[in-house]
């Protein structure tokens, strides 16, 4: 019986201190790991479309609360003007989740990169999305607030040759991003003054 | 018997190398060791594992009642390993987004668990401290030059800190045999073949 209560009692202690510890380790190292995570995942999506930015997209970012969770905004000061922000948006491809980052300028609402971050999609055919920049870059300069479709659906996408589902994935991503900029632009616009 | 603390240090160096004189640990061995710097990467961090369970194994040896000790040392591994896990993160990301699955495998690694088992949990402190530190870097260099092995011929190139140098120049027609796996297994053998042939003498 006594070294049934000590086996209970040292694995107790053991199991507890390790909590601790590790509890300890996390919080010392949470932030970091998020900066890491944003540098090297979904940094180069943000650098390709905020070109130029004279300031560091990563570090300037904020989040904004709603409905549907809380969503991060990259800001972008380019040619001294900050007016420029992308954000994160998800379609469903092939593969699985599509990770997708939309930047757009607030003046005119207009689209001026979107990049995909993180996707599962065939080798060679779906990952086009993320590799090849003619797919991604017709979006430059389109009204975010429209409806994204690929062409082969009535829309205004030209689809990647062989991965049409990958690319109404996108699309539809995209069309996501514009419902959520316009929800939410007044709270945008109202952060992005505090930067000025 | 008894060795000094400076023998049972050396001794995981090349009496008891674990992966070429012990053949523990293979998994992460072949898997990880396509390159230099992923070896060494692999190899620091199971060493950290080591010392750390090694030195709280041998501390807590009065302690752990013989029926959980098993347990007790997983638990104490198990700790480290997330530890290792969190702090890569945080610092060197890309080499774990490399690694990926096998830095949480460490907690399986017949190596740190041997360890334990048979040295840690019999031997004193500054002892055990020897012998984690020992094996652990005899582990890291058994996959370091594992990876520069298959490296070299596989892809003609060292990586070290993230830049790979271009060793035998731009005609140099790759033997990518050598990075997949099968060629892990070929290269293993050839090598412990040439350990046994050294040995030998």
Not at chain 1, 1 to 20: D, N, Y
Request: charged letters at 15%; hydrophobic letters at 45%; a positive charge.
């Amino acid at each position: 019986m006594r070294e049934m209560i000590k086996m209970v009692v040292v694995l107790t202690i053991l199991s507890s201190f390790s909590g601790g510890l590790l509890a300890a380790v996390r919080n010392n190292t949470k932030d970091k790991i998020e900066l890491q995570q944003l540098t090297f995942v979904k940094g180069p999506a943000i650098m390709s479309i905020l070109e130029g930015a004279s300031n560091d997209p990563i570090v300037d970012r904020f989040k904004i609360e709603h409905e549907g969770g809380i969503a991060s905004f990259y800001v972008g000061v380019i040619d001294g003007k900050t007016d420029k922000v992308a954000f994160e948006s998800a379609g469903k491809g092939f593969g699985g989740d599509l990770g997708l980052m939309v930047g757009v300028d607030i003046k005119d609402d207009k689209i001026i990169g979107v990049g995909v971050t993180t996707h599962s999609e065939t080798p060679g055919i779906g990952s086009k999305a993320k590799t090849d920049p003619s797919f991604t870059n017709q979006f430059k300069g389109m009204a975010l607030m429209d409806k994204f479709q690929v062409k082969t659906d009535g829309g205004q996408v030209d689809a990647i040759t062989g991965a049409t589902i990958t690319s109404r994935g996108v699309a539809f991503g995209v069309t996501q991003a514009g419902a959520l900029y316009k929800s939410l632009k007044p709270q945008i616009e109202a952060k992005l003054k505090e930067f000025n | 018997m008894a060795k000094s603390i400076v023998q049972e240090f050396t001794k995981g160096l090349w009496e008891e190398i674990p992966p070429f004189r012990l053949v523990l640990g293979l998994c992460p061995v072949l898997a990880v060791t396509k390159t230099v710097e992923n070896g060494i990467g692999m190899g620091l961090a199971t060493t950290f594992v080591l010392v750390c369970s090694n030195i709280l194994v041998s501390s807590l040896r009065k302690v752990i009642p013989g029926k959980v000790r098993i347990a007790c040392f997983i638990i104490i591994i198990a700790t480290f390993v997330t530890v290792v896990e969190l702090v890569m993160q945080a610092f060197t990301y890309p080499l774990f987004l490399k690694l990926g699955i096998f830095i949480p495998l460490i907690v399986v690694n017949c190596v740190v668990l041997g360890r334990s088992e048979a040295f840690a949990y019999k031997n004193g402190v500054v002892r055990s401290l020897a012998d984690g530190l020992g094996i652990g870097i005899g582990f890291t260099l058994a996959l370091a030059s594992l990876g520069a092995v298959r490296e070299l011929f596989g892809n003609g190139t060292l990586t070290i800190w993230e830049t790979p140098i271009q060793i035998f120049g731009p005609s140099f027609q790759p033997f990518t045999f050598m990075v997949e796996a099968p060629g892990a297994f070929v290269c293993l053998g050839l090598m412990l073949c040439l350990m046994n042939l050294v040995g030998s003498k």
